[in-house]
Antibody, heavy 122, light 107 residues
């Protein structure tokens, strides 16, 4: 079964750090671009950033709201995607989803995880 | 950055009705537009990619059209299981953005 499972969410104080993980299974992880998308409580979807695949040099892109604070990485040997979040702000409170870019259209997210909740609060 | 707008923000329709949602981009995005369905408490699901292509396994009552700045998403005959929020999403090589969503429920 093709699956993405996020972990690592929780409660953190403003200014703190947290690392999210996303474990992939059931497909060739290394072939795909992988993204993080978040959703604040009761709000819409916000793209966080992406890592391209090895063929595209694992380059990354970030939304302006997180650039310089968040870092996306991946370990193809472990079929895992990561999101390192530093200098967290209350407005980073959200459910964080990892999403797979399609093999023919890397910008269409055809598989999503169930999400992990991050709460930034004192 | 490219901004996306959607209308309406919410709608109520009867089972069997034709439902249409529009999405507008702040600049020409060709056909670089996808549509997602999100049910409460669930992750989004890809329905339409590249403006008009139906994702595998998605019922044919869902369709999309448009190019440039104006796009349309249609449910030809609304079913009870279609109650959800629908998002458009544009992309270019450097960034991605979603529309604010359209909440669809049954009248």
């Amino acid at each position: 079964e093709v699956q993405l499972v996020e972990s690592g969410g929780g409660l953190v104080q403003p200014g703190g750090s947290l690392r999210l993980s996303c474990a992939a299974s059931g497909f060739t992880f290394s072939d795909h671009y992988m993204d993080w998308v978040r959703q604040a409580p009761g709000k819409g979807l916000e793209w966080v950033g992406r890592t391209r695949n090895k063929a595209n040099s694992y380059t990354t892109e970030y939304a302006a709201s997180v650039k310089g604070r968040f870092t996306i990485s991946r370990d193809d040997s472990k079929n895992s995607l990561y999101l390192q979040m530093n200098s967290l702000k209350t407005e980073d409170t959200a459910v964080y989803y990892c999403a797979r870019g399609g093999i023919w259209n890397p910008w269409a997210f055809d598989i999503w995880g169930q999400g992990t909740m991050v709460t930034v609060s004192s | 950055d490219i901004q996306m707008t959607q209308s309406p923000s919410s709608l109520s329709a009867s089972v069997g009705d034709r439902v249409t949602i529009t999405c507008q981009a702040s600049q020409d995005i060709s056909n670089y537009l996808n549509w997602y369905q999100q049910k409460p408490g669930k992750a989004p699901k890809l329905l339409i990619y590249d403006a008009s292509n139906l994702e595998t396994g998605v019922p044919s009552r869902f369709s999309g059209s448009g190019s440039g700045t104006d796009f349309t998403f249609t449910i030809s005959s609304l079913q009870p299981e279609d109650i959800a929020t629908y998002y458009c999403q544009q992309y270019d090589n450097l960034s991605i953005s979603f529309g604010p969503g359209t909440k669809v429920d049954i009248k």
